[in-house]
Structures are given as structure tokens and as C-alpha cells.
């Protein structure tokens, strides 16, 4: 069963409106077992409009439009529908007299054009909108394919989405099978490293599938499974997700909607450990990711932004002698802010971040990108070199996702030696 879906509106193709309709849609019917093989997005222009529909039509049994059902001179979904299905417009009174309802609900005096809602293609089946005047719409063609249309306000879209249109279409369709998915995250591999080690299992597992996703400081994998139940693709997943994490260990850290600090928070918690930043090319960028998990004043005490040599000097006590000998950019200097912040916060752990971030700033000794990373804790001091490669804002964010990373590999460690 194959389905398309179609976004309409010249302020999506402008870039003035976010298309997060066509994403909402293509989730929800993935998890129903409806297969969108195609995506188009269109203007609001009778013509095009009429001929994405076309072509849809003869490539997918399912065509799900959003927008264009408004009263305006622009809303045309409605009546290009009907041209390319060859249904006249009919007048449904039980739909204006809901139009007519909800404005005198709200004290409002109906506009002529709202009328032109209630004009329906003969033959279709209207869905109700609790939430707006436009109805949605599933109007099928001749030959058995169906054209379902819906608001493009997400607020009323969604609600009819998963309520209205995909059980109708699930029975209509007689589609039995549910499609599954699971992402489990990595950071501190690049997507060819990734590759190579799970490729084999990529290419050999035909249902689940594997599908890697790379993301600014992590990539993810992604895990579809097509079944007849929820309990079976849980079954599929969870296998393949065991023989994965077998394969990758600690580069694994987090499962679908887990973020990198809530993870490391977690493991803080468990550990009973606390946590100090002091940080130069970050920005505070850090500290504002440990503190954004509740509860997470159980375990972070402390944050230091020392952008100045001065800052990091009186702040943490970073002899100046080292500064003018190495450079605020090195890894001795990375070390003495790691050192300095635990000593000064009194805590378990506690991180040291410098680097030049850019645009400017970098030499050939020392390019834009050039990080260091210091950890320290009871057991000493461990520091790491990174040379990023992206813009300003992008070396900052993977600085910050090495540094989450540092302290999470550092408490796995801890915690997996005491369990041996």
C-alpha cells in the first residue's frame, strides 16, 4: 500500500511557514503500515495544484493533501479535487450549518466566502473539524484509489489525522500490518566509521532495516520493522538493537527521545556524583545542557564562563606563567581549568573546555576548530584534543557534546569496574 502526500501553500514553498505537516503525517502513517514513498510540496496555483495531484494519482493508491481549504480566493484543494476526480461541488448544508454554529458560538457573524466550505465533490465522505470551520474530506477515484483532504493547521490536521482518517483508511485498505521504529543514538564515531562496523548487519538485515542519520555531534540509527503486531515489531527491535550494542558498546548512549545530557545526568545520579564546568569557547553552552534535565541540581554545583586569561586566572587560579608558556588554547591550560574548577566547587568531577571557536582567531599552529577537553576527578586528570571543522555555532555545539561525552564514557568506566 502506497501513499503520497501533498502539503500545500505558497508560504511553505517561501519558506515562511515550516513544513512540519508532511512530518507529522509521514510518522503517524509509518506507524499504521502505510508506506509514503513520495512527498510533494506545492503553491497555491490552480494549474500545479491540479497536476501534482494528477501525478500522484497515478503512482500511489493514497494521496493525502494538507491545506488550501480555507475560505479564501486561494484556498483551492477543494476545487481542484473535484476537477481532477470529475465530481461536481455540491452544497452540504449539515457542514454550513456547523460553519454557521461555530461563529455564532464564538459571537461572530459568518463572512459569505465561509460558504464556499460547504461545497463538497459528490460522493465524498465529510470529517467532522471540532476545531476550525474547513471539514476534511476522503473522496474516492473511479478506480479505487482515495484522496484524502484535510485542514492545514496543524492543531486540526493532527487530531483528525490519527482519529478520523487513518482508521477509515486502515479498514478501507484492509491493511493488517503495523510498521515499527526504534533510533538508537552514537557519538564519538563519524558515519563512515559507523558504516564499517555495522554494515554487514545493515546489508543482511532485510526486516528491521538499518538506516544511518547523521546529526551535528552524533549519528543515529535507525530501526524499521513492518509486522502484524506491536508486540512482534518490539520482539524484531529489541534483537537487532541487542546484537547492535553488542557490536558498539559505548558508543551507543541513548535510545528514540533520550538526549545526551539527560543521560549523563542519570548516570550522576546513580553514581552519587557531582559536577563543576568551567568553560572559555562554550560560552556557558554546557552548563546550560547539564541544567536543562529537572533535578538536575542534585548533582551540578557549579558553573564558571572564563572567557579572559584574567577570568581564568582569578576565577580558577590558572598560574599566568602557563598561559604565556602554552597558550589559553592548550592542553595544559584545558587541564589547570579542570583542576582549578574541582578544587574551587568541591566537586567529584569537574570539566575544563578552551578553544578558538571562530570565524577568527585561528593560526596554522592553532586553527579554528582547535579544542581541549580536560576531566577531573579523584583519580586525576584526563584531557582530549578535538579539531572541529564547522562555524562558529557548530564548533560550540560539538564542543559541548564531547565534553557530555567525556564525563559519560568517565562514569561508565567507574561504574563497570566496581561492577567486575
Given at each position: 500500500?502506497?501513499?503520497?502526500?501533498?502539503?500545500i501553500g505558497?508560504e511553505?514553498l517561501?519558506?515562511?511557514?515550516?513544513?512540519?505537516?508532511?512530518?507529522?503525517?509521514?510518522?503517524?502513517?509509518?506507524?499504521?503500515?502505510?508506506?509514503?514513498?513520495w512527498?510533494?510540496?506545492?503553491?497555491?496555483?490552480?494549474?500545479?495544484i491540479?497536476e501534482?495531484?494528477?501525478q500522484?494519482?497515478?503512482?500511489?493508491?493514497i494521496?493525502?493533501?494538507?491545506?488550501?481549504?480555507g475560505?479564501?480566493e486561494?484556498?483551492?484543494?477543494?476545487?481542484?479535487?473535484?476537477?481532477?476526480?470529475a465530481?461536481?461541488l455540491?452544497l452540504?448544508?449539515?457542514?454550513?450549518e456547523?460553519?454557521?454554529?461555530r461563529?455564532?458560538?464564538?459571537?461572530?457573524?459568518?463572512?459569505?466566502?465561509n460558504?464556499?466550505?460547504?461545497?463538497?465533490?459528490?460522493?465524498?465522505?465529510?470529517?467532522?473539524?471540532?476545531?476550525?470551520?474547513?471539514?476534511g474530506?476522503?473522496?474516492?477515484?473511479?478506480?479505487?484509489?482515495?484522496?484524502?483532504?484535510?485542514?492545514?493547521?496543524?492543531?486540526?490536521?493532527?487530531?483528525?489525522?490519527?482519529?478520523?482518517?487513518?482508521?477509515?483508511?486502515?479498514?478501507?485498505?484492509?491493511?493488517?500490518a503495523r510498521i515499527?521504529?526504534?533510533?538508537?543514538k552514537?557519538?564519538?564515531?563519524?558515519e563512515?566509521?559507523?558504516?564499517?562496523a555495522?554494515?554487514?548487519?545493515?546489508?543482511?538485515?532485510?526486516?528491521?532495516t538499518?538506516?544511518?542519520?547523521?546529526?551535528p555531534?552524533?549519528?543515529?540509527?535507525?530501526?524499521?520493522?513492518?509486522?502484524?503486531?506491536?508486540?512482534?515489531?518490539?520482539?524484531?527491535?529489541?534483537?537487532?538493537?541487542?546484537r547492535?550494542?553488542?557490536?558498539?558498546?559505548a558508543?551507543?548512549?541513548g535510545r528514540?527521545?533520550e538526549?545526551?545530557?539527560?543521560?549523563?545526568?542519570?548516570?550522576?545520579?546513580?553514581?552519587?556524583?557531582?559536577?563543576?564546568?568551567?568553560?572559555s569557547?562554550?560560552?556557558?553552552?554546557?552548563?546550560?545542557?547539564?541544567?536543562?534535565p529537572?533535578?538536575?541540581?542534585?548533582?551540578?554545583?557549579?558553573?564558571?564562563?572564563?572567557?579572559?586569561?584574567?577570568?581564568?586566572?582569578?576565577?580558577?587560579?590558572?598560574?599566568?606563567?602557563?598561559?604565556?608558556?602554552h597558550?589559553?588554547v592548550?592542553?595544559?591550560?584545558?587541564?589547570?581549568?579542570?583542576?582549578?574548577?574541582?578544587?574551587?566547587a568541591?566537586?567529584d568531577?569537574?570539566?575544563?573546555?578552551?578553544?578558538?571557536?571562530g570565524?577568527?582567531?585561528?593560526?596554522?599552529?592553532?586553527?579554528?576548530?582547535?579544542?581541549?577537553?580536560?576531566?577531573?576527578?579523584?583519580?586525576?586528570?584526563?584531557?582530549?584534543?578535538?579539531?572541529?571543522?564547522?562555524?562558529?555555532?557548530?564548533?560550540?555545539?560539538?564542543?559541548s557534546?564531547?565534553?557530555l561525552?567525556?564525563?559519560?564514557?568517565?562514569?561508565?568506566?567507574?561504574?563497570?569496574?566496581t561492577?567486575?
Amino acid at each position: 500500500m502506497g501513499a503520497e502526500i501533498l502539503t500545500i501553500g505558497t508560504e511553505l514553498l517561501l519558506g515562511q511557514t515550516i513544513d512540519t505537516n508532511a512530518a507529522y503525517v509521514a510518522e503517524q502513517l509509518a506507524a499504521a503500515g502505510i508506506d509514503v514513498y513520495w512527498k510533494t510540496t506545492v503553491g497555491d496555483n490552480e494549474g500545479r495544484i491540479g497536476e501534482a495531484l494528477r501525478q500522484a494519482l497515478s503512482r500511489s493508491e493514497i494521496v493525502i493533501a494538507t491545506g488550501g481549504l480555507g475560505p479564501t480566493e486561494d484556498d483551492l484543494t477543494c476545487r481542484v479535487i473535484a476537477a481532477v476526480l470529475a465530481r461536481p461541488l455540491v452544497l452540504d448544508r449539515t457542514v454550513l450549518e456547523s460553519i454557521r454554529r461555530r461563529f455564532a458560538d464564538r459571537g461572530l457573524v459568518m463572512s459569505k466566502n465561509n460558504e464556499r466550505q460547504a461545497l463538497i465533490p459528490e460522493g465524498a465522505t465529510v470529517l467532522p473539524n471540532p476545531r476550525g470551520t474547513a471539514p476534511g474530506l476522503l473522496i474516492p477515484a473511479r478506480d479505487g484509489r482515495m484522496v484524502v483532504a484535510m485542514p492545514g493547521v496543524p492543531s486540526e490536521m493532527q487530531p483528525m489525522l490519527t482519529e478520523q482518517v487513518i482508521p477509515r483508511l486502515r479498514k478501507r485498505f484492509e491493511i493488517g500490518a503495523r510498521i515499527g521504529s526504534r533510533i538508537l543514538k552514537t557519538c564519538g564515531i563519524t558515519e563512515s566509521q559507523l558504516d564499517e562496523a555495522i554494515g554487514d548487519l545493515a546489508r543482511s538485515s532485510l526486516n528491521p532495516t538499518i538506516a544511518l542519520l547523521a546529526h551535528p555531534g552524533e549519528i543515529h540509527i535507525r530501526l524499521t520493522v513492518k509486522t502484524k503486531s506491536h508486540e512482534e515489531a518490539e520482539r524484531h527491535l529489541d534483537g537487532l538493537e541487542a546484537r547492535l550494542r553488542e557490536r558498539l558498546g559505548a558508543l551507543l548512549y541513548g535510545r528514540d527521545g533520550e538526549r545526551l545530557e539527560e543521560v549523563v545526568g542519570r548516570l550522576l545520579l546513580d553514581a552519587g556524583q557531582t559536577v563543576a564546568v568551567a568553560e572559555s569557547c562554550t560560552g556557558g553552552l554546557v552548563c546550560h545542557r547539564l541544567t536543562n534535565p529537572s533535578g538536575s541540581s542534585a548533582y551540578v554545583v557549579r558553573g564558571e564562563m572564563v572567557y579572559s586569561n584574567r577570568a581564568k586566572e582569578d576565577r580558577l587560579g590558572v598560574p599566568h606563567e602557563l598561559i604565556a608558556r602554552h597558550g589559553a588554547v592548550s592542553r595544559a591550560v584545558a587541564e589547570a581549568m579542570a583542576s582549578g574548577m574541582r578544587e574551587a566547587a568541591g566537586t567529584d568531577l569537574a570539566l575544563g573546555i578552551t578553544g578558538i571557536a571562530g570565524p577568527g582567531g585561528g593560526s596554522a599552529e592553532k586553527p579554528v576548530g582547535l579544542t581541549y577537553i580536560a576531566i577531573a576527578s579523584a583519580e586525576g586528570v584526563i584531557s582530549r584534543e578535538w579539531r572541529f571543522l564547522g562555524d562558529r555555532e557548530i564548533n560550540k555545539l560539538l564542543a559541548s557534546q564531547a565534553a557530555l561525552d567525556m564525563v559519560r564514557r568517565h562514569l561508565m568506566s567507574r561504574r563497570d569496574a566496581t561492577l567486575a
